[in-house]
C-alpha cells in the first residue's frame, strides 16, 4: 500500500482545484459547435420577435451566417480561439446588415482573448467578454438602456467581473454571468428603442423584447453554460 504524503496530498488537492477552475482552449471548440446549434435551433423565435417591431430577418440572417460557419468549420479540428475567430469573420464579411459587424467584432474580440492561453480559466475569460463589450462599444453608438444587444452583454459582463473580484469560483462567475444576461435581456421589454429601425416607432416599442438583446442572450448563456460543461 502506498500511503500519500502530506506535500504529495496538498499538490493533489492544489491540481485537482485548478483543474476544476479552467478548461482546455483545444477541447473547447465544441463551444462554437454549440453555438452554431443553438441560433439554428432559435432561427424562427428571433425572426418572431424581429418583427414585432423589425424587418422580421434577424434570425434567418443569424442562422444563415452560423450555418456558413458551420460549413467552413466541416472537418476541421480547431480550439475555440480558431472557431470563434472564423465564426466573427463569417459574420462581418457575409451577413451584412448591423448584426454582422456587431457579432463579427464580440466574437474576434474573444478569439484574440484566449488565442494565446492553452487553459481557459476565470481571468482569461473575464479578458474575453470584456473585450467583447468594448469592441462593440467602439463600433457602436448604443448605451445600455437603449434596447439594444448591449442590455443583455454589459450587465453579463460586470456580473461576470464583479463575481471573479469577489473570489467566487469559475462556475459561479459564469453563473452569475447568465443569470445578469437573462435579466437584462428581460429588461428591454420595457425600453423604448433609441437606436436602430425600432428607434422610429418610439413608445409603440415598448413592451417587446428586442432582438438583438434576445439573440445576445442565447449566445452569452450557451458560450456560459458550454464553458461549465468543460470545467
Given amino acids: 500500500m502506498v500511503v500519500e504524503s502530506k506535500y504529495e496530498a496538498i499538490n493533489r488537492k492544489t491540481y485537482e ?3 476544476l477552475e479552467s478548461f482546455k482552449n ?8 454549440q453555438l452554431i446549434h443553438t441560433i439554428q435551433e432559435q432561427r424562427d423565435y428571433l425572426s418572431e420577435i424581429d418583427g414585432k417591431i423589425g424587418d422580421g430577418d434577424h434570425g434567418i440572417n443569424m442562422n444563415k451566417g452560423f450555418t456558413m460557419c458551420e460549413e467552413k468549420l466541416k472537418g476541421k479540428t480547431y480550439d475555440l480561439s480558431e472557431g470563434l475567430s ?9 451577413i451584412g446588415g448591423s448584426m454582422g459587424p456587431l457579432y463579427g467584432m ?14 481557459v480559466d476565470a481571468d482569461v475569460f473575464g479578458e474575453m467578454i470584456t473585450g467583447a463589450v468594448e469592441g462593440i462599444q467602439e463600433i457602436s453608438p448604443a448605451q445600455v438602456g437603449d434596447k439594444s444587444l448591449l442590455d443583455t452583454l454589459v450587465p453579463a459582463k ?9 473570489g467566487k469560483d469559475f462556475a459561479q462567475c459564469l453563473d452569475a454571468m447568465n443569470e445578469a444576461a437573462e435579466k437584462g435581456w428581460q429588461s428591454t421589454k420595457d425600453l423604448v428603442a433609441k437606436i436602430g429601425r425600432a428607434s422610429r416607432l418610439g413608445e409603440r416599442s415598448r413592451g417587446v423584447l428586442d432582438a438583438g438583446a434576445t439573440s445576445c442572450y442565447f449566445i452569452i448563456t450557451t458560450i456560459g453554460n458550454g464553458a461549465k460543461g468543460l470545467l
Fill in 17 to 19: 482545484v485548478k483543474k
Fill in 106 to 119: 464580440l466574437f474576434d474580440e474573444m478569439s484574440m482573448a484566449c488565442e494565446d492561453a492553452e487553459d
Fill in 86 to 94: 472564423i465564426l466573427g469573420e463569417t459574420l462581418l464579411d457575409d
Fill in 158 to 166: 460586470e456580473a461576470f467581473v464583479a463575481a471573479k473580484e469577489e
Fill in 26 to 33: 483545444g477541447d473547447a471548440g465544441v463551444i462554437v459547435d
